[in-house]
């Protein structure tokens, strides 16, 4: 059995200590599994599915700051749009735009990250940074009010090799860079979302500034399909 407590408090110290954001990533794991983290301290907290991140907002403290890190439909942001902190997975302009529409209805600024295409799987979502480029320089980016977008998220390549890992973040790494470098006002690109339990200590060391870690906090999770 694993240790909730425990593993919160070690994965929190190691990565505050690089200067990065810890999100746990809590889908499929009961309220108790997320009760025992926020008795721990943590307070961001990562879903994959819009109806259970809606139904633990609901039923868990008030002060937890909610993540969407799974494929989102537009028709599902109105019930995350009153209240999610950040969604980590914008992988459309039509899906960007769906949010900043719920975003005047709610009267609340969105904060999304954009999500790069970056592993060798053709399964992952996401832009790729020549579309991200087009994107940002487009009439559409320029009409957007009620949506920040706050930088990137990838997800690297499932594989043990170090290297194609490495190799992969440096490049979310060197594009958000450039971004950043660019910064307009009304998006300061200052979060870099890459790095889940089995990668993220080679993503803190290429400049994540937030990762995303499930399995390794709150043990293996059991998918029923
Ligand atoms: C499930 C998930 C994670 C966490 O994965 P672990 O390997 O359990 O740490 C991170 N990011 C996204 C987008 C996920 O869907």
Sequence with gaps: MINIHESISSYS???SGSGAQLVAISKTKPDEDLI??????????GENKVQELCGKYERLPKDIQWHMVGHLQRNKVKFIAPFVHLIHSVDSVRLLTAIDKEGKKFG???NVLLQVHIAKEETKFGFSETEIKAFLTSEDFKSLTHV????LMGMATNTKDAEVVTHEFKQLKSFFDEL???NSPLHTMDTL????SGDYKIALKEGSTMVRIGSSIFGA????K
Excluded: C, L, P, T
């Design 148 to 151: 920040r977008i706050a930088g």
């Design 108 to 110: 609340r600024v969105i």
């Design 180 to 182: 950043k470098a660019a």
């Design 221 to 224: 999770r059991n998918y029923v």
């Design 13 to 15: 110290s190691e990565v």
């Design 36 to 45: 025992a983290a926020y008795d721990a301290g943590q307070r961001h907290f």
């Design 193 to 196: 979302s890459m790095g889940m």
